[in-house]
């Protein structure tokens, strides 16, 4: 079975500043990596995904993530944040082939934006 | 693409009561998923369908819940005698196949008193 540490559950940071927020994962078998966010009451959006190829992944509303396979890990990154990226940040993993539960979540990290 | 539907956003009900939540997936999706969420945790599995076949189901979907998928295209999630501890918010997905990612509704949230 995979799991996922988010390792802080808080991330508070001044708007326009950088932000990083870390991921952990464990897995016996390859993994694809996701990020999603989530805005007060409302689903999950995709982010960004790791599947092959670069290890470094761009996604949408100028974040991005480095897949490290030695530290098994995916931390999402923004150069200069906005007050409104403030919500709840998940990395999820699935297992390569398809596995029948689709996606592990963390526990999700709260980006909290300070003007 | 009118992305993943869900319905009802908010249902409040009193403990013992059925509740029934509705999802429709994209529409070219065949894989639909049913993920529950409690307050400060992320998502967890629930359900899966491939089509109209349910494949996996978790150990947290007790003998009170249910899920279908008659015709492979919307789903229900049923839960019989609620119980406090089934309030949550119900996270429907949908996803196009192996490398696709899950595409999600925006959630039914369920208060049980």
């Known amino acids: 079975a995979q799991s996922v540490t988010q390792l802080d559950s808080q991330v508070p940071v001044f708007e326009e500043a950088p932000v990083e927020l870390r991921c952990n994962y464990s897995s016996s078998v390859s993994v694809y990596l996701f990020w999603y966010v989530q805005y007060p009451n409302q689903g999950l959006q995709l982010l960004l995904k790791y599947l092959s190829g670069s290890t470094l992944v761009k996604g949408i509303n100028g974040f991005e993530a480095e897949f490290n396979k030695s530290q098994t890990s995916f931390h999402l990154r923004k150069p200069s944040v906005h007050i409104s990226d403030t919500a709840e940040y998940f990395c999820a993993v699935s297992v390569k082939g398809g596995g029948a539960d689709g996606l592990t979540f963390g526990k999700g990290t709260h980006l909290i934006i300070q003007p | ?113």
Request: hydrophobic residues 25%.
């Open chain 2, 1 to 113: 693409d009118t992305g993943v539907s869900q319905n009802p956003r908010h249902k409040i009900t009193k403990r013992g009561q059925n509740v029934t939540f509705r999802c429709d997936p994209i529409s070219e999706h065949n894989r639909l998923y049913w993920y529950r969420q409690t307050l400060g945790q992320g998502p967890e599995f629930l359900t899966y369908f491939q089509n109209e076949a349910q494949l996996e189901k978790s150990r947290l979907l007790s003998d009170r819940f249910s899920a279908e998928r008659p015709k492979g295209s919307f789903s229900t999630l049923e839960i019989q005698r609620t119980e406090q501890g089934d309030s949550a918010m119900y996270l429907c997905a949908s996803s196009g196949g192996n490398n696709s990612p899950l595409h999600f509704g925006n959630g039914t949230r369920l208060t049980v008193t």
